[in-house]
């Protein structure tokens, strides 16, 4: 499956733009297919070894006069795979709908790794919490990380119009659409911002 492919792709270097793109992509078609069940229908996504792993150290990088390496994603192993329990465990808070303690662990799973998908879950979390400035916070992290995330422009669109910001609402709107022309919710959103 393209999806699973994508994310062991990023374990191996999560510089990858193409990889997040497609991360995204499947999302939103797997969204579709399946429902809000779809992580379900995954098989397991296999763990790289560490050995195959991309190091990154930024230091060293701009020594050698080479590109330097995005901070988020300067991250040891453990610290990723720590990260990565953190955030699953919020998400099995979401699930049960626990929004106040899936944030506290999505705070500490982003004190160990920057990852976009973490924000815009977290961002879920504030919305629910009517915490519209934060969610809004975070989507803007998760637009750094991924300039294109449906995920983070929807939710930033709907925490901006909570706070009565409706013309950023609605330009975060017009750019998810751009790349998702037929997205359903953001266009129900956009109709909604029209009329307030």
């Known amino acids: 499956m393209a ?9 191996v270097d999560c510089s990858v733009q193409a990889a997040h793109d497609g991360v995204n992509r499947m999302t939103k078609a797997l969204l579709e297919k399946d429902g809000v069940n779809w992580r379900q229908k995954l098989p397991p996504i296999p763990t790289v070894p560490v050995s195959a792993q991309t190091r ?3 230091p060293s990088a701009q020594a050698s006069g080479t590109a330097a390496t995005p901070a988020w994603c300067v991250c040891s192993q453990a610290g990723m795979e720590r990260a990565r329990v953190l955030k699953e465990e919020g998400n099995e808070l979401v699930k049960k709908g626990n929004h106040k303690k899936a944030v506290e662990k999505y705070t ?9 998908a973490t924000y815009t879950n977290r961002a ?4 629910s919490l009517k915490q519209y400035k934060e969610a809004a916070q975070d989507c803007t992290e998760a637009l750094k990380l991924d300039p294109k995330n449906v995920k983070a422009l929807y939710r930033r669109a709907q925490a901006l119009k909570e706070l009565k910001d409706y013309k950023s609402s609605i ?3 017009k750019s998810l659409l751009k790349t998702e022309p037929k997205n359903t919710a953001a266009l129900r959103l956009l109709q909604e911002l029209n009329r307030a």
């Open 124 to 127: 879920l979390c504030y919305l």
């Open 171 to 173: 330009a975060d709107i």
């Open 3 to 11: 999806y699973v492919d994508y994310k062991t792709a990023l374990q």
């Open 108 to 116: 500490e799973s982003l004190k160990l790794n920057k990852e976009c």
């Open 56 to 58: 990154w150290s930024v």
